[in-house]
T-cell receptor
Framework: DTEVTQTPKHLVMGMTNKKSLKCEQHMGHRAMYWYKQKAKKPPELMFVYSYEKLSINESVPSRFSPECPNSSLLNLHLHALQPEDSALYLC??????????FGPGTRLTVL | AQSVTQPDIHITVSEGASLELRCNYSYGATPYLFWYVQSPGQGLQLLLKYFSGDTLVQGIKGFEAEFKRSQSSFNLRKPSVHWSDAAEYFCAVAPISSGSARQLTFGSGTQLTVLP
């Protein structure tokens, strides 16, 4: 298995909802990432997990809460989001000198 | 601070024509270098990477890139473009590190349009 998978593919939520994005990889990668991408822009790094520990938080608002239950899974818990949080959320993983590989993304719309 | 510049926001080529997408970086030392492609609504697919060694790197889908240290450039090329190559292309760099995690710095992207 040489890919990163993400669920759901699309998510529509209200500003009072709580939802979670899920990411999974079975390549043995020990670093996992969450990126946010707005239309016509490059991805922006949100969080980095290294060996299941949060190593980088790029000043992301607390309404985004990451979780790494084990070395293969990465979650992003969403609560009280704003319409400007609508974006494509990308998960990625890497290991050692290997490249960073991205999942297909979750298209999030906040109403 | 590190930065990546993709000077061309939008490039249009005819199908069958050659293609070169430019990427310049500013970094303290030679970093890891990547090219990714993104079709509309999709994730990023890795085209190729440069870590060390041969400065001409072959990738998937017939793409290649040449690392030029003296010019701090890592330009992407393809000899004959196909209509399916129409997409957004991102150049990215990351510091060389023995650690597991790395932070990618992306260029702003180049949108490629292919004319029939």
């Amino acid at each position: 298995d040489t890919e990163v998978t993400q669920t759901p593919k699309h998510l529509v939520m209200g500003m009072t909802n709580k939802k979670s994005l899920k990411c999974e990889q079975h390549m043995g990668h020990r670093a996992m990432y969450w990126y946010k991408q707005k239309a016509k822009k490059p991805p922006e790094l949100m969080f980095v997990y290294s060996y299941e520990k949060l190593s980088i938080n790029e000043s992301v608002p607390s309404r985004f809460s990451p979780e790494c239950p084990n070395s293969s899974l990465l979650n992003l818990h969403l609560h009280a989001l704003q319409p400007e949080d609508s974006a494509l959320y990308l998960c990625a993983s890497s290991q050692g000198m290997g490249p960073t590989l991205f999942g297909p993304g979750t298209r999030l719309t906040v109403l | 601070a590190q930065s990546v510049t993709q000077p061309d926001i939008h490039i249009t080529v005819s199908e069958g024509a050659s293609l070169e997408l430019r990427c310049n970086y500013s970094y303290g030392a030679t970093p890891y270098l990547f090219w990714y492609v993104q079709s509309p609504g999709q994730g990023l697919q890795l085209l190729l990477k440069y870590f060390s060694g041969d400065t001409l790197v072959q990738g998937i889908k017939g793409f290649e890139a040449e690392f030029k240290r003296s010019q701090s450039s890592f330009n992407l090329r393809k000899p004959s473009v196909h209509w399916s190559d129409a997409a957004e292309y991102f150049c990215a760099v990351a510091p060389i590190s023995s650690g597991s995690a790395r932070q990618l710095t992306f260029g702003s992207g180049t949108q490629l349009t292919v004319l029939p």
